[in-house]
């Protein structure tokens, strides 16, 4: 059976970008460029996507494009006879499911937001009444459900529909809409009266603020939010490289997924940081910026109403940029080891991401436990920990090491492979980086990571 191929190059890079553009971008991105010095943080924060998401990202391709495969059977395609490389073909799988555990709900989040925000729920509304609406959506499972329902009912419809006529097109549309409703949103903060604070805030280098979060933690966390951005590690992307053709070269195409990806992340605190500094809330709140600050500004300046909904509506489409692309490789895989056709892998893989998906939702109510704390407090963050922490970066390295090592696929194939078509190249002299020094920073992460969350236990 010939493989489904993507109908156009745009369609290839807005599928790829939509995937690394999620939710991570819009608020987390934003508030640690805040902590870290502005200017400063987003500097290196530019280096390292260079240096480190760039080349893994070409390499997830390139396994993807020159296997013809879903990420469960790539390695079996490139591997070297009794090699074990395939066993990580699995765990992309496994990575994928984990992912969609929570991120169905946090999705759910964003469209119960866009709903009670278009519909007025919040206008004219106080800080405490926006506070409360947050934490009774947590403690109803029932609202919370609904939305994961509606979540990966709609993900699963635009997959079985098709690449090209249900992926594909669903995608192009809503990515067009998600950077013009952007620009909308960014010009909108630019006329607030703390758009000038706000944005030097975000874009002027402020080395003394830098210094007081800490040199070296500005650095990680940049280095941090390079790498996690672009969902390397779990065969999200791999998956896009075996749709596209050899027309063009997978550095110069993965260059233009970073552009965008960084695109929305610059975007989102453009939009963010002016509305902080015109109703003097605090930009490093993290996830309650998006749920309690962001409603309670819009509750109370002119046409709130409009542009919340706008907001949430943005929100809600760069969340499920990720759920389409992610269950496209999950359904993918599927098809490939069982042999299911498309809308057979559909029907049963909404039955299973719905049921995975209940742990998440129970977890901020029934099943609320203090044992979890120490990941953070909830089901969530203990799910959230394992792809980010564990999953993402380990993953990362196996991809990393396939393409550079002699007993994997090695140097010379990734390098043919990438290089195959018009654009950017991968050089010679750049084995020596990819292959000695990369890993070690990807294992440094990885290490950095796993103290950072249990250093409280040393």
Partial sequence: MEREKLKSRLGFILLSA???IGIGNVW???????????????????????????????????????SQKSPVKAYQALEKPK?????????????????????????????????????????GANTQFVENAFNE??????????????VVAFGILVC??????????????????????????????????????????????????????????????????????LSLGIGAMAIFGSYIDKKHTLLGESA????????????????????????NVDQTSGTKLIFITLPNIFANMPMGRVWGSIFFLFMSFAAL????????????????????????????????????????VLGFNIWAWDGFKIFGGTVMDLEDFLVSNIFLPLGSL??????????????KNYMKEANTGKGLKVKNWMRFYLTYILPLIVIFIFAFGIYDKFKTLF
């Fill in 398 to 411: 196996i991809y990393l090491l396939f393409c550079v090592s002699k007993k994997g696929w090695g140097w």
């Fill in 137 to 150: 959506m947590l403690a109803q499972p029932k609202t919370m459900m609904f939305w994961v329902v509606v």
């Fill in 160 to 229: 079985a529909k098709g690449l090209q006529s249900g992926l594909e097109k669903v995608t192009k549309v809503m990515m067009v809409a998600l950077l013009v409703i952007m620009v909308v949103l960014a010009i909108n903060s630019f006329t607030m009266d703390g758009a000038k604070e706000g944005l030097s805030y975000f874009l002027l280098p402020d080395f003394e603020r830098m210094k007081s979060v800490g040199v070296a933690t500005t650095l990680v966390s940049a280095m941090n939010q390079a790498f996690f951005t």
């Fill in 28 to 66: 987390k991105f934003p508030y640690i460029a805040g902590q870290g010095g502005g200017g400063t943080f987003v500097l290196f924060y530019l280096i390292f996507l260079v240096i480190l998401g760039l080349p893994i990202l070409s390499m997830e391709f390139a396994v993807g494009r020159a």
């Fill in 83 to 123: 090699s074990k490389w395939h066993i990580h073909g699995y765990l992309t799988l496994i990575g994928c499911y984990l992912l969609m555990m929570y991120y169905t709900s946090v999705s759910g989040w964003m469209l119960h937001y866009f709903y009670l925000t278009a519909t007025g729920k919040f206008e």
């Fill in 256 to 279: 233009r997924v970073v552009v965008l990806d960084t695109f929305v992340a610059i975007s989102a605190g453009l939009i963010i940081f002016p509305a902080c500094f015109t109703y």
């Fill in 321 to 360: 940029s990720t759920i389409f692309a992610v269950f496209e490789n999950i359904i993918c895989c599927v098809m490939e080891l069982t042999g299911m056709s498309r809308l057979k892998s559909s029907i049963f893989n909404f039955v299973l991401i719905t049921l995975l998906s209940v742990p998440c």
């Fill in 18 to 20: 939509g995937c690394a």
